[in-house]
């Protein structure tokens, strides 16, 4: 059975944490919509499974739910069609819980992802040592889209959790510029990952960092699913969005913690809560 699913790893770990527990999970065969940034196959890798990926879209994703609703995975089991495009993020985006979609399968919010060894990579023995907090700023093409915190916001952060005696650990993709260019302006009390690692990589730094503060993606969303203590930031249009798919025990214990691009104290003192809680 084949099931089409949207090129986000965030989408595609809400997805996960119900398919894992159909009786299907492993004969299913994934493809994947075909677009950039690709990074995608390699979480699916952490999971033991291959994917494709395939030319359709999003949009295309959303026509098919709406010519062929489901509520129940045995609706999709049943339906006879060789492949089937789904995706979670309108139910999630309603302000449904992740629990109540696919209702017929558990809800699997820490579900197991084998992280590669990354003895051998240099920035290793330096994350062994000291306090890290990894953050994720994103690009300035989409602090200009979702309309997220300008570069000495970040920089005033850093500049804060410095002075409580942690370390910063810069961690995106190569089209991060925003958060690459925090580097620059942190000397010393930072390291620059950006670019440097794959995503599998990544979840392995996750597993080193104490605590993370970054914008809304994959990257954080996979880190709750670690178990890891996480703070994201959410633009105004998602907020909803931005506990729907959470474990609630992880909302309630604030191991996850979602916020508002608020002023920069603020999100300071939210970081000071979960650290108390959680350090």
Not at 82 to 88: A, D, E, T
Not at 152 to 179: A, H, P, R, V
Not at 228 to 251: G, R, Y
Request: charged content about 25%; glycine content about 8%.
């Amino acid at each position: 059975m084949k099931i089409g699913l949207p090129a986000g790893i965030g989408d595609a770990s809400w997805i996960v944490s119900k398919l894992i527990n159909a009786p299907e999970w492993n004969e299913l065969e994934i493809e994947i919509s075909d677009g950039w940034p690709y990074r995608v196959a390699d979480y699916f890798k952490m999971l033991g499974k291959k994917i494709t990926y395939d030319m359709f879209n999003y949009e295309e994703i959303l026509v098919f739910e709406r010519l062929h609703p489901y509520k129940n995975w045995s609706d999709i089991v049943s339906n006879g069609f060789g492949r089937f495009l789904m995706q979670p993020n309108s139910h999630l985006e309603g302000g449904k819980s992740l629990a109540e979609y696919l209702p017929d399968l558990e809800t699997s919010y820490h579900y197991p992802l084998k992280t590669p060894s990354i003895k051998k990579k240099r920035y290793y023995e330096k994350l062994s040592r000291d306090r890290w907090v990894g953050i994720s700023a994103a690009s300035y093409r989409g602090h200009k889209a979702w309309n997220t915190w300008p570069m000495f916001k970040w920089k005033q952060l850093c500049k804060m959790l410095i002075k409580e005696g942690y370390n910063i650990c810069l961690m995106g993709g190569s089209w991060d510029d925003l958060t690459r260019t925090l580097s620059y302006e942190l000397e010393e009390n930072c390291l620059n990952l950006v670019g440097e690692t794959s995503f599998s990589e990544a979840c392995s730094v996750h597993k080193m960092v104490s605590f993370f503060i970054g914008f809304s993606s994959g990257l954080g969303i996979v880190r709750t699913v670690l178990g890891l203590p996480t703070i994201m930031l959410w633009p105004d249009h998602l907020q909803t969005l931005s506990t729907s798919w959470a474990d609630p025990e992880d909302v309630k214990s604030k191991k996850y913690i979602a916020s508002s691009y608020m002023k920069v104290r603020g999100v300071f003192d939210l970081f000071k809560i979960q650290e108390e809680t959680w350090r």
